[in-house]
């Protein structure tokens, strides 16, 4: 069974950073698509930040977060990043990561395609 684990989150400024992790274990990457995810205090509906998929090489982001965060990886590690900057109040959130094996492409607004999710890591942004 896959197991995600995310780590790095933490009380920050506004505009400041900080970067995420999401550990992989018990899976092969054979064409596999790491999506991050977050949830903000009161909403019921994780919204999607990132996406990546190893088939096609794509890196997608939601608009909200264009030009601030960066998803990395390091395949040695078996970790994918999650590179916060410039953050907002309105970045405060629980982040989760997700991945799933065998996709085409990743799913930015489709959490429901993923099948292993980690814990979370709660990122807050306030001053």
């Known amino acids: 069974q896959a197991q995600l684990v995310e780590s790095g989150g933490g009380l920050v400024q506004p505009g400041g950073s900080l970067r995420l992790s999401c550990t992989a274990s018990g899976f092969t990457s054979d064409y596999v698509a790491i999506g991050w995810f977050r949830q903000a205090p009161g909403k019921k509906v994780r919204e999607g930040v990132s996406c990546f998929s190893e088939s096609d090489g794509s890196t997608n982001y939601a608009e909200p977060v264009k030009g601030r965060f960066t998803m990395s990886r390091d395949s040695d590690k078996n970790t994918v990043y999650l590179h916060l900057n410039s953050l907002k109040p309105e970045d405060t959130a629980v982040y989760y990561c997700?991945?799933?094996?065998?996709?085409?492409?990743?799913?930015?607004?489709?959490?429901?395609?993923?099948?292993?999710w980690g814990q979370g890591t709660t990122v807050t942004v306030s001053s």
């Open positions: 997700a991945s799933e094996r065998l996709a085409l492409s990743c799913w930015l607004y489709r959490a429901a395609e993923y099948g292993n």
